[in-house]
């Protein structure tokens, strides 16, 4: 029997920044999520860093003595990669590499370096790596190895480009032929779904990793790829599905983050028309998550960015059977209740009381109320499939038996 490789995992360390804007408990909530990303990448978080400070230091982001603090870890611990939550400016970059001798990375590129892991298709990797070119060519310095070797000999003789006049070129015109290359298979997707004909288009929308794949398998009876990791899905899979005896398309969208990445959601935006185009929503939420609120306001902002965020959308909660409250003790009297100690029940009554029967709580995994989940869906496709096609009512009866 084969002895099963173990996974290196590369050394990191995390930083964050307590500032007028983001409280300590907030840092170390993104610090939570920003973990789970290095998790994803292939890293191994050794150690975290949060400094406090309303002003960020222009040159480093963070203090000198933070930075000596840091550097000796780095040092200590032959640590691969120093990982910032906030987005680092080009300079900031480069002193700070400078400094610490190891590779640096902010939030943005770590979500860029795993969608390059993920991207499945030509179509998906061209999507990434227009946004990674994007992201790089502002950061271009001249301590950069060449990107291409200079031409020389006769008639190219003269002044000639310096490396890095060089290098920005190059960048830029592998900008100009990926934005092209797209534009050819966005009219190409654009057909496709045109030839989809007039079925009612339902999108599974939400957060990374709050399990639409999942319930996309289920309801489909398709072999999706899912994974208790960010971001498994990149390419929008589409599935003829049949309820009842309704049929209509489901498609499993990218999954969205906070501080989404402003070159990814323009790269991809043949992916993002899946959303735009499609006549319901079905918003997945993890309800395991400690600030499942935050991540549906994301999500949210993201809908909206993309003039999707009118849409009809049934707001579907999933992972119930992983939900866990938090409890006071009775003889406690200086703990506030908060939202962690409401029970699914009574969260029912808060805010989501007002959204009537938009809301679903399911669990994809066990199959927990799907029955309903399908009824629900049965309801709203067919109330957009009776309104586009009033000739065919005959099709619905006034109860189903089974969905």
């Known amino acids: 029997m084969l002895e099963k490789k173990s996974i290196a995992y590369e050394k990191t360390v995390l930083i964050g920044v307590i500032n007028r804007e983001q409280n300590e408990e907030k840092v170390n909530e993104f610090l939570d999520e920003l973990e789970f990303l290095t998790y994803t990448a292939g890293g191994e978080v050794l150690k975290r860093f949060i400094q406090r400070m309303d002003v960020p230091n222009p040159k480093t982001l963070i203090g000198s003595g933070k930075m000596k603090e840091v550097e000796d870890y780095v040092e200590e611990h032959d640590i691969g990669s120093v990982i910032f939550d906030d987005e680092l400016s080009p300079a900031q970059q480069r002193n700070i590499e400078k400094q610490l001798r190891c590779k640096i990375i902010d939030r943005t590129s770590l979500i860029l370096d795993i969608f390059a892991q993920r991207a499945q298709t030509s179509y998906a990797r061209t999507q990434v790596e227009l946004a990674q070119y994007e992201f790089l060519l502002p950061r271009l310095t001249g301590l950069w190895t060449h990107l291409e070797r200079q031409k020389g000999g006769i008639g ?204 679903l709580f399911i669990s994809a995994l066990n199959k927990e109320n799907l029955d309903e989940f399908r009824k629900r869906v049965y309801d709203e496709v067919r109330e957009i499939h009776v309104t586009r096609f009033p000739y065919n009512n005959f099709l619905y009866p006034e109860h189903l038996d089974q969905y």
Request: net charge neutral; glycine share 6%; no cysteine.
């Open 156 to 359: 190219m003789r003269g002044p000639g480009e310096t490396e890095i006049e060089t290098d920005r070129r190059i960048v830029r015109d592998r900008i100009a032929l990926l934005k092209k290359k797209l534009t050819k298979i966005d009219r190409q997707m654009e057909t496709q779904r045109g030839n989809r004909g007039a079925l009612v288009r339902v999108a599974l929308v939400g957060y990374t990793n709050v399990g639409k794949s999942t319930l996309m398998n289920v309801i489909s009876k398709s072999d999706v790829f899912a994974e208790n990791k960010l971001f498994a899905t990149l390419d929008t899979t589409v599935r003829k599905v049949v309820i009842g005896n309704l049929p209509f398309l489901l498609s499993d969208t990218v999954g969205f983050i906070r501080k989404l990445p402003t070159q990814l959601v323009e790269s991809f935006k043949s992916t993002l028309d899946e959303v735009r185009e499609a006549d319901l929503l079905l918003h997945v939420i993890d309800i395991s998550h400690p600030q499942f609120e935050e991540q549906i306001e994301s999500v949210n902002k993201i809908l909206g960015e993309i003039k999707s965020g009118d849409k009809k959308t049934i707001m579907v909660f999933n992972k119930i059977d992983q939900y866990k409250h938090d409890t006071i003790d009775e003889d406690d009297l200086t703990t506030q209740r908060t939202g962690k100690h409401f029970t699914i029940d009574e969260w029912k009554k808060t805010w989501m009381d007002k959204l009537g029967d938009r809301v």
